[in-house]
């Protein structure tokens, strides 16, 4: 798994730019993703894939040290969808 900080230092050297420019455009646009997926808006990058949200309905779970019933609230999850380009990619042989 990459870190942050891996990942800052791959972008800027992939770019050819200052790792304090990198760290700022990711920010700016997982920032971004952030801001459209909250308004319900859909983020797609052609190739790569698309961000969007989901909602989670309220249900009872399980704890699993006691079994006993826990109401779950409802819920935004965040979804990423890989696009053709990208599934192809990862499934080159």
Known sequence: MATKAELIDAVADTAGVSKAD???????????????????????WAGFGSFSTTQRSARTGRNPQTGAPVEIKASTAMKFTASSALKSALNEK
């Not at 990198?22 to 859909?42: Q, S, W």
């Open 22 to 44: 990198a760290e700022r455009t990711l920010a700016a646009f997982f920032d971004y993703v952030v801001a459209e997926t909250k308004k319900g808006e859909k983020v797609a």
